[in-house]
């Protein structure tokens, strides 16, 4: 009897360094390091990760080792893993120009098998009975695009008896209240075995249609912190799946177990106070409550003594969410959100970017942008990409002015330091003060291309 054996895992994001600290960036590499070690027991046939490997386009050397060590592993037990492109793995011209992403090194490096838009079978990859069909990252709605026309040319994918896996980086109907990449029905319709989503950083599923996105392995921001596997606002767990299903005149639905590994635990606080003295105090209280929390379930996780890290919400000084490294307060427990209401504040609107929704975002965008209504759609597509990244910013509805401060630093640091997304598709607007910046940007990305090899002129070299 034919049988499929395999784990789903999917953004790794390794090389993040969240807050500045290098706890944060270590973090990261346990996490998918402590994944592998756990996948090693399970000895599947092969291992599916949908995407964002590295958390930067251009990671560091350490980080590209760290990767490499942790992919090592996996290749000395003959656990073959299967990769698609995340956004946060690069495809602008640029770096595809200078020879390929950092994906394509791990190929070289024969540590995974690349799955770059295309269907890969027996033929390629060797494992017997399973055909994976996997599309990258792309903004917008093109994806369905990308996987029809991907069947148009290989019509035997959908007809033959192989184990079928579509594999793509995207936001799928359902996730978020008012977005998605991909609706449900387009991809779940084709009658594939198992639709495998990165992306999104929760774990969700849908098991009647096969449609399933792992999480991430580390929380990239707060609003990931909804993922809490306890009832008790703390975060403690990432997962991943592992699938198995077998064939009787046709696949069996797959049968998903989901492995949970343990994080540094973040707790959520509400908190509401009139003075930074009580405001101490009451966070220390919950703090020593949460901590009792987590030795009831985890006692091992208090042994890390997490330094606490403290996002507060706090309107007097205008900066509504903002960091504060309590470091009195480090025994107590690990990262934590703290939300607080100061006393006589209350009428006014504040929005932090855990509360604050995508529909929010796009309609002070939309506000703000003065753009014509042919041009808002890419200006809104590329704004929520990077806004996805960079959750953690301060956004208030009657600060547009700071807005559009963030917005211009994140769009001018983009290319410049660690953004993992693409170069970003700049795009003019009128009567904003984004446009100086975004023109010098411009500027700068044409004179770069002139000095770039041309790919022609590389793969000559290759
Ligand atoms: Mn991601």
């Known amino acids: 009897m034919k049988q499929i054996h395999f784990i789903h895992t999917s953004d790794w994001h390794i090389g993040f360094m969240q807050y500045n600290k290098t706890e944060r960036y270590l973090d990261f590499f346990k996490a998918a390091d402590d994944v592998v070690k756990k996948i090693i027991k ?23 080792r760290q990767v490499v060590r942790i992919l090592n592993r996996l290749k000395k037990e003959n656990i073959p893993l299967f ?25 070289e490096l024969k540590l995974v098998n690349y799955i770059d838009d295309e269907i890969m079978t027996e033929e390629y990859h060797g494992i017997s009975g399973v055909s994976i ?6 903004p917008g709605n093109i994806l369905n695009e990308k996987i029809e026309t991907l069947l148009r040319n290989s019509p035997d994918f959908l007809s033959n008896n192989d184990y079928k896996i579509i594999a793509f980086h995207a936001y799928v109907q359902g996730q978020l209240a008012d977005f998605h990449h991909i609706s449900i029905n387009q991809v779940s319709k084709l009658g594939v075995d198992y639709i495998a989503a990165g992306h999104y950083h929760i774990p969700w599923k849908n098991e009647k249609l096969k449609l399933f996105a792992p999480g991430s392995t580390e929380t990239t921001s707060t609003n990931e912190w909804r993922r809490m596997d306890l009832k008790e606002n703390i975060c403690m767990y990432s997962s991943f799946y592992e699938i198995k299903s077998e064939y009787q005149d046709k696949w069996k639905n797959p049968q998903i177990i ?26 220390i209280n919950e703090l020593l409550d949460k901590k009792k929390i987590i030795a009831k379930y985890e006692p091992s996780l208090l042994k890390h003594n997490p330094m606490a890290l403290v996002n507060i919400l706090y309107s007097k000084n205008q900066d509504d969410l903002r960091m504060v490294d309590l470091s009195g307060l480090e025994k ?48 809104l597509n590329e704004s929520m990409t990077l806004l996805q990244i960079f959750r953690d910013i301060p956004i208030s509805r009657d600060m547009n ?62």
């Open 42 to 64: 399970i000895k599947p046939m092969f291992v599916l990760h949908t995407g964002d490997i590295f958390h930067n386009a251009r990671p560091s050397p350490g980080t590209i």
């Open 83 to 107: 990769i698609i492109r995340g956004n946060h793995d690069g495809k602008s011209a640029k770096i595809l120009e200078s020879g390929g992403n950092t994906i394509s090194l791990l190929r």
């Open 133 to 138: 069909l996997g599309v990258g990252f792309y």
């Open 258 to 283: 989901q492995h949970q590994v343990l994080v540094r635990p973040k707790a959520m606080l509400s908190l509401e106070t009139d003075t930074i003295e009580n405001l101490r105090q009451s966070i």
């Open 332 to 379: 107590e427990t690990g990262y934590l959100h703290i939300n607080i209401n100061m006393l006589g504040e209350k009428d006014r609107i504040i929005i932090s970017a855990d509360t604050l929704k995508n529909q929010d975002i796009e309609e002070i965008l939309r506000d703000i942008s003065g753009l014509p209504e042919e041009e808002l759609d890419d200006f």
């Open 401 to 462: 002015t700071e807005l559009f401060t963030e917005i211009t630093n994140i769009l001018s640091s983009i290319d410049a330091t660690n953004s993992g997304d693409d170069q970003p598709k700049i795009i003019s607007f009128n009567n904003s003060p984004l446009k100086k910046e975004i023109q010098n940007d411009k500027d700068q990305m044409v004179e770069k291309k002139d000095n770039n090899l041309t790919k022609n002129k590389l793969e000559d070299y290759f």
